[in-house]
């Protein structure tokens, strides 16, 4: 086993590799499928609230704070004005990755992907689509295993998964009578 899985094994016993922050509560039914897929992959993330505009401190602070906690990945989840994946961005060298949620408060989810796609040179964000939070988790979990193999197989049997519910339809769909010279 490397040095660096060894400290990764280390690090998911002291702490969380991910972290999960939104902008409000009302964002935790989109931003749970992160958790959810990263917990597929036994990475126990943490999850809180964090608002770029009601919490600018606490914003600064976790961001500050999050690489010397052990944390590798962030993601990040805002509705709207959704300035919190890139104010996170400006506060840490850890990738961050940006979910833009579609909130009560959006103009159709085009303000939030918008406040988190465009962002200028030198900052960048991850951006994945909108609600795409399982998406994200899964983005998170394949940065964690470049230096992971545990981790790397379950992103394996994933990618093998997925190709066998599409192989199933491809079957459902011949037997409907559909010519497909493809798969002859
Ligand atoms: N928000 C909270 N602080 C800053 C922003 N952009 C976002 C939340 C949520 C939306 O505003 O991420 O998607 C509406 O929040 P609430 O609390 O009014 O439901």
Redesign the pocket.
């Given at each position: 086993m490397s040095t660096q899985t060894t400290n990764n094994k280390q690090q998911t016993t002291n702490g969380p590799l991910v972290g999960i922050i939104?902008?409000?509560?009302?964002?935790l039914d989109i931003m749970t499928g992160a958790a959810e897929m990263l917990r597929q992959f036994e990475v126990e993330p943490e999850l809180t609230i964090v608002?770029?505009?009601?919490t600018p401190e606490r914003l600064r602070e976790y961001a500050q704070q999050a690489k010397n906690r052990g944390i590798k990945v962030i993601i990040c989840?805002?509705?709207?004005?959704?300035?919190?994946p890139g104010m996170v961005a400006a506060n840490t060298i850890l990738p961050v990755i940006g979910v833009p949620?579609k909130?009560?408060?959006?103009i159709d989810g085009w303000d939030?992907m918008l406040s988190i796609l465009q962002m200028p040179y030198g900052v960048p964000v991850a951006t994945v689509a909108l609600n795409g939070a399982k998406n994200a988790g899964i983005l998170a979990a394949q940065i964690l295993a470049l230096h992971d193999t545990s981790i790397a197989g379950k992103l394996e049997a994933f990618k093998e998964y997925q190709d066998d519910i599409v192989m199933e339809s491809v079957k459902n769909v011949s037997r409907l009578g559909f010519r497909n010279e493809f798969d002859r």
């Open positions: 939104m902008g409000s509560e009302s964002d608002s770029a505009h009601r989840g805002a509705g709207g004005a959704a300035h919190l949620v909130s009560s408060n959006s939030s």
